[in-house]
């Protein structure tokens, strides 16, 4: 039994270093940077905390937390039912399944800068931007998607949505392999349709692969940044701006090291708090 304990930690030892180098360490130096004054070229001096209660006044930064927040609400949800009925209807056999599931996979293994580029052109204010040609097809006016302050965060948490059915739908297939077929046989037997298996089976069945998907992708969403600066900047007037987006401003534009490690621990409490929630919500197992 000794020995089996020694085996278990030698085994977990290299990704226990790992985890506190490139982990561990950086967290708890962030957490120090956030009670001081840094701007990169003079020795950082302690503020105590002056950045957090800077944060509090920050009616930006509550603007991103904000928008983030919406953009889970609604593109998260969306995209794991999106998702899931997709892993359903691509589990059954059918024929070309090994295309479409390459296809709704596409987009999560391409660069989100190509990404970004594609849906610029389709969001382009002007008639020849593909959604206005489909607007244009209803006899409806042009719409400037990324410029205006009403549109502009709608249009990001529909790329966002589009973007993450993959990885979702690619864990949902995996967990659906796992749902035994006489539990299916089972509810056959007793006369269940096709909607009363899927809510009564294969739902349940798939609670730790929701869990799991709820939390990554929440997670996910609160470190979108890479999107919201390609395609708005976080504009037009902040309206799409994330926290991510503003610790990039603070840190690399206007050189406020401890005010960014400020927001990034604030971010971190806020993940922590949203993983609990998800638990309680969607009941993981011990196992989970």
Known sequence: MRAEKMWGWFLTLPSLIHTVIWIGIPVVVAIGMSFTDYD??????????????EIL???????????NALMAAFGVPIS????????????????GQGF???????????????????????YSGDPSGLANRALGFFG?????????????????????????????????????????????????VDGAST??????????????????????SIIA????????????NGGPANATTVITYQIYVAAFQQFRMGYATAQSVILLLVLVVLTIISRRVVGGTDGD
């Open 221 to 232: 969403n609160f470190q979108t940044f890479d999107l919201v600066y390609n395609l708005t």
């Open 40 to 53: 990169i070229v003079q020795a950082p001096t302690f503020a105590g905390l002056a950045n957090y209660a």
């Open 140 to 188: 409806l006016a042009p719409q400037n998607w990324l410029t205006n302050g009403d549109l502009a965060l709608p249009a990001v948490i529909v790329v966002t949505i589009w973007q993450g059915i993959g990885l979702k739908m690619l864990i949902y297939l995996a967990a659906l392999q796992g749902v035994s077929k006489e539990l299916y046989e089972a509810a056959d």
């Open 57 to 67: 006044r920050d009616e930006v930064f509550w603007k991103a937390l904000g928008n």
């Open 100 to 122: 479409f599931r390459t296809m709704i996979f596409m987009p999560h293994v391409t660069a989100t800068v190509a990404i970004a580029m594609i849906w610029l052109w389709i």
């Open 80 to 95: 794991m039912f999106i998702a899931l009925i997709a892993a359903v209807a691509l589990n059954q056999g059918l024929k």
């Open 195 to 216: 909607i009363q298996k899927f809510f009564n089976v294969t739902i349940p069945m798939l609670r730790p692969a929701t869990f799991f998907v709820l939390v990554t």
